[in-house]
Antibody
Framework: QVQLQESGPGLVKPSQTLSLTCTVS??????????WSWIRQHPGKGLEWIGY???????YYNPSLKSRVTISVDTSNNQFSLRLTSVTAADTAMYYC???????????????WGQGTTVTVSS | EIVLTQSPGTLSLSPGERATLSCRAS???????LAWYQQKPGQAPRLLIY???SRATGIPDRFSGSKSGADFTLTISSLEPEDFGLYYC?????????FGGGTKVEIK
């Protein structure tokens, strides 16, 4: 079955760029029918959607983060990535990637999640 | 932005009891666009319900979802020990996609 795995530095300095990659296994990111999401969870808090991407490259971002976020896809390596610029301590969180089922007038939820990766912003 | 308000914040119940979790949207959300997730400590969320009432693959039938007006409800008919944890609702009806603040189901 499809599995997702996040990877990237666990520690990022303030003002620098956070970069994470989600590797998809057990299925092709190019199959269509799914968007590929990034979600974060601040320590002890709820879930915040960051954005998602379709295999074609179409992206949708949370307006609260849009000025700092870029999500990209690498279909040849079956991966998608997150870049978050100008990070501060407020970006310290667990970051998850998730497969998201979206079709015309239908939403099927985030049905496959990575295990998450903790990112700490500190000097 | 659509705000989802979940209640109660904490639900203290015993195994075998019925759990009723509520999610109220600040604006209209179509039933097609509401999902529920379960999260246990140290784990990623798990999709339980999508389109307000459709169970995700492998989810036991003791979990059910419904919609009444602006309110969405997740019901666990008879709590099993493994059902204790945090539950989140999520909407897709309007951008940005948002989650509720969560309801903790704890063992009484």
């Amino acid at each position: 079955q499809v599995q997702l795995q996040e990877s990237g530095p666990g520690l990022v300095k303030p003002s620098q760029t956070l970069s994470l990659t989600c590797t998809v296994s057990g299925g092709s990111i190019s199959n269509g029918g799914y968007y590929w999401s990034w979600i974060r969870q601040h320590p002890g808090k709820g879930l915040e959607w960051i954005g998602y991407i379709y295999y074609s490259g179409n992206t949708y971002y949370n307006p609260s983060l849009k000025s700092r976020v870029t999500i990209s896809v690498d279909t040849s390596n079956n991966q998608f990535s997150l870049r978050l610029t100008s990070v501060t301590a407020a970006d310290t969180a667990m970051y998850y990637c998730a497969r998201t089922g979206i079709a015309s007038r239908s939403y099927f939820g985030m049905d496959v999640w990575g295990q998450g990766t903790t990112v700490t912003v500190s000097s | 932005e659509i705000v989802l308000t979940q209640s109660p914040g904490t639900l203290s119940l015993s195994p075998g009891e019925r759990a009723t979790l509520s999610c109220r949207a600040s604006q209209s959300v179509g039933s097609t666009y509401l999902a529920w997730y379960q999260q246990k400590p140290g784990q990623a969320p798990r999709l339980l319900i999508y389109a307000a009432s459709s169970r995700a693959t492998g989810i036991p039938d003791r979990f059910s979802g419904s919609k009444s007006g602006a309110d969405f409800t997740l019901t666990i008919s008879s709590l099993e020990p493994e059902d204790f944890g945090l539950y989140y609702c999520q909407q897709y009806g309007d951008s940005p996609l948002t989650f509720g603040g969560g309801t903790k189901v704890e063992i009484k």
